[in-house]
């Protein structure tokens, strides 16, 4: 037994009372009149059972309305049988209510201190007649002495049992003292003058009695609902800093545990993205685990979800058969249990199990406070769930929901280094033989089908560890860890076998046809680069065969075309080969058309259509994205020039690049492009990429504001694909964002997409941002988007991207003629309806 165990400071406590009380026997008398003694035992007993309870973790200190009886005591049967009658008494009813035995006897002590201490203070102060002012005075001094040793004493307790818990412990247990204690002295003194007046004064003392038991326990319940309101606002500030991750989520649930001070809490919540179920608790011992929360038949889980009138509260006193095994499961015999609202669409799970008092248990406020706790919980899951939401699109791919190309250059290098002299691992690189076919004759929708088709017959097929992740386009990846070059070759060929099937989509039955370029590692490559480059030459190879086709050096030859489209982007750009098409976009509102993106295309007159991204990438290799970027800009600018001689002021957009944006004299070129074509700044949008935007090299620059100074307006493209934030545009001058077609491609068929364009749009409204919307390709989106409040809405529903003499006919038949607004001197096409 220590000083620091309940027994410990239950033995100091009657170390001080009995020398105490052998003082008060010493200097009182010992005649007493009986049933005098008897009546005011049992009003001591009375009064010990009206209380308000004062709590701190495990334990529960009582302040009762025992003033009463005290002052009564101390002024009609003296100092000796008042210590009697109290402890007495205080050992009855604490008896009676199943306190602890340690509790019980530091209790008995603490009435016989402060009952001595009460008679010392009266034998310091005058005590006459009770009809007389000064007794009365003397009365209130000498319990107020009392009532504030018995504090000390209790706060003495609790500090060596439970460690200082701050100025609060003092609140709890000074408030009574000051304002509760002084009111019961002052009745039991008007009970004594009544008495003393005539008998009969006890019908009047009766009600009396009774509206100061309505008191009490009124006080104690305002006592009670100020304590909960004060958790809530506790907890809800102890939540707004936890961190969104695994740990935060723990910090919550130790946030429920300690406020409602209950034993243990459990949190269960439902699957998420490439998270499975999760279980996390908090108990007094530490445990991570306990039976019964976890498990979706248990009855009190159950009922909690399954509640429409939010918190239950189950306790083996008055729980049925399977309710009671339950409890019985856990080890617990009060819980509080309410569903938990998730982003998963299946709700999650909150149980709160037995208070750690060992008097008071969940009640009315407990019950009210963990609803009240609930909103500040739902709100927090749900942000992490949607950060999580964030990390996953970082690096994964929003239609098939595999790893993306950034995850599995990730995965390779953690593989590869790992054990860098001698790591094994095989990469497959395959690519969809009919998308483009698809794509262009059915549509997206029906390529997206196809793709997703084709992801489940690859998940399906792939060997056990392997990591399938899709690349772009038509492109998927799988990653082999500890596979030989032979082993590769072999995995390849039995996945493209068992992926040849047909599938049906958009009521068709089309081939799956998979071209696959393999590479292993260390034989081809012990970087991420050089392998994922080699497995693009490897697929380029395969595709001229049609088949399966393994890496060698002599296919690097095969990228002579590559540097031989790059030798003529000059020329060609000369020749005219490199045209540019244009793509309508409008007011979601007005229908007013606002601007037209400029897009890059290369027919070459012996390859054909060259991809615009390959005209870009080539361009960025041969460090000819400049010349490039001011070809394109000179054709939207002359186009610009050609509709405000027409009377028509219509914005065009162009698309500039990362590296063009570190060129030192872009800023001169862009002023200058202006100038020549007498378009003014505002009618022009340059497009920005995300990653251009967030480079370190970009945003200490001042290249930015340098270009927003010319008049024209700044937009990031295909926003929410890569690492930026609307909190980093707040420091950027940036005009607007476009919303990523893959989100709003499915938006019409997916909650999640439509809830982060609409996070999106509200977000960048708060920030001042215009917010554009691309691949909008039916009317179902386009109201849903207009609906959000999106400004702009550009897509195959308003037109394909078209060259200009096909532009033209598209606005002779789809468009009209707005008058210029007062003020203006050009007049807007806005599309008929």
Avoid at 98 to 123: P, Q, Y
Avoid at 585 to 594: G, H, L, R, T
Avoid at 614 to 626: F, H, K, N, P, S
Avoid at 674 to 693: F, Y
Wanted: charged share 20%.
């Amino acid at each position: 037994m220590t000083t620091r165990s309940p027994w410990g400071v239950a033995v100091i406590a009657l170390a001080i009372a009995v020398p105490l009380g052998v003082a008060v026997v010493e200097r009182g008398p010992l005649s007493v009149d009986v049933p005098v003694l008897l009546a005011v035992f049992l009003t001591a007993v009375v009064a010990e059972w009206v209380n308000v309870h004062i709590e701190f973790r495990h334990h529960s200190f009582v302040n009762s309305a025992s003033e009463l009886a005290f002052v009564i005591a101390l002024l009609e049967i003296g100092g000796v049988w008042t210590a009697v009658t109290r402890a007495a008494a205080v050992g009855v009813v604490l008896g009676i209510q199943r306190f602890s035995r340690a509790k019980l006897v530091f209790n008995v002590a603490v009435a016989i201190i402060d009952t001595a201490v009460a008679v010392f203070v009266l034998g310091l102060l005058p005590v006459g007649d009770v009809t007389e002012p000064w007794t009365w005075v003397s009365c209130l001094v000498a319990v107020f002495a009392a009532n504030a040793v018995a504090a000390v004493m209790v706060a003495g307790a609790i500090v060596l049992t439970q460690g200082y818990s701050g100025r609060a412990l003092w609140t709890s247990l000074f408030v009574p003292v000051v304002l509760v204690s002084p009111v019961a002295v002052l009745i039991g003194l008007a009970i004594l003058l009544l008495l003393h007046a005539t008998p009969w004064s006890w019908v009047i003392i009766a009600p009396l009695a009774v509206a100061l038991v309505l008191l009490y326990r009124r006080f104690a319940a305002v006592t009670r609902e100020g304590n909960s309101l004060q958790q809530v606002y506790e907890f809800a500030r102890r939540v707004e800093e936890v961190r969104p991750d695994e740990a935060g989520t723990r910090q919550i649930v130790q946030a429920v545990r300690e406020l409602l001070n209950a034993e243990r809490v459990a949190l269960w919540l439902p699957p998420y993205l490439d998270e499975g179920p999760r279980l996390v608790v908090a108990t007094e011992s530490g445990a991570h685990w306990y039976d019964g929360p976890g498990d979706p038949d248990d009855p009190l889980r159950r009922r909690a979800v399954l509640s429409t009138d939010g918190v239950i509260q189950v306790c083996a006193a008055r729980a049925d058969r399977s309710e009671a095994a339950a409890l019985a499961r856990r080890g617990v015999s009060d819980l509080l249990g309410a569903p938990v609202t998730t982003a998963a669409g299946e709700p999650g799970y909150l149980e709160v199990c037995d208070r750690r008092s060992d008097l008071v248990t969940f009640g009315t406020s407990e019950r009210g406070a963990l609803d009240s706790m609930l909103t500040h919980v739902n709100a927090a899951i749900r942000q992490q769930q949607l950060l999580t939401r964030i990390r996953f699109d970082a690096d994964h791919d929003r239609l098939t929901g595999l790893p993306n190309r950034q995850r599995l250059a990730a995965e390779i290098d953690q593989l590869l280094s790992a054990v860098p002299a001698g790591a094994r691992a095989g990469l497959i690189l395959a690519s969809l033989g009919n998308y483009a076919d698809v794509t262009d004759t059915l549509g997206h929708a029906a390529s997206d089908e196809l793709l997703l088709v084709t992801a489940g017959l690859l998940r399906e097929h792939a060997p056990p560890r392997a990591l399938l992740a899709r690349m772009e386009r038509e492109q998927f990846a799988v990653l082999l860890p500890d596979l030989s070059l032979a082993e590769t070759e072999r995995a390849a060929r039995r996945l493209r076998e068992a992926a040849a099937t047909r599938v049906r989509v958009a009521g068709l039955d089309l081939e799956v046809s998979l071209t696959i370029g393999v590479v292993a590692a260390p034989v081809h490559g012990t970087q991420v680069g050089a392998l994922m480059q080699r497995a693009d030459v490897a697929l380029l190879a395969a595709g001229a065969s049609g088949g399966v086709a393994s890496y060698h050096p002599v296919m690097d030859q095969q990228s002579l075309r590559r540097l031989q489209l790059g030798t003529e982007l000059e020329q060609a750009m000369a020749d005219g080969q490199i045209e540019v098409v244009f793509q309508p976009v409008i007011d979601a509102k007005s229908s007013d058309i606002v601007s037209v993106e400029t897009l890059v295309r290369w027919t070459h007159p012996r390859y054909g259509a060259v991809p615009p991204e390959d005209v870009i990438g080539l361009a960025e290799q041969i460090g000819r994205i400049g010349a490039l970027t001011d070809h394109v800009l000179d054709l939207a600018l002359a186009r610009c020039r050609r509709w405000l001689d027409q009377g028509i002021a219509l914005s065009v957009a162009v698309n500039v690049s990362a590296r063009s944006l570190a060129e030192p004299d872009l800023v001169d070129r862009v002023r200058a492009a202006l100038e020549r074509h007498r378009v003014p700044g505002e009618l022009l949008v340059l497009e920005l990429t995300e990653s251009s935007v967030v480079d370190d090299e970009v945003r200490e620059s001042s290249v930015l504001d340098d270009l927003h100074d010319l008049g024209l307006r700044l937009s990031m493209d295909d926003f929410g694909t890569g690492y930026s934030s609307l909190s980093q545009l707040r420091q950027l001058p940036i005009d607007e964002v476009k919303i990523d077609k893959s989100f709003v491609l499915t938006m019409a068929t997916s909650q999640g997409e439509s809830f982060i364009a609409r996070s999106i749009i509200e977000l960048a409204h708060n920030l001042g941002l215009c917010v554009v919307a691309e691949g909008v390709e039916d009317e179902m989106t386009r109201n849903q988007l207009t609906a959000m409040g999106c400004d702009k809405l550009q897509g195959f529903l308003i037109s394909r991207p078209l060259p200009e003499d096909r532009l033209e006919k598209w606005l002779l038949a789809r468009t009209g003629v707005r008058s210029a607004v007062p003020g203006a001197t050009h007049r807007r096409l806005f599309v008929r309806t």
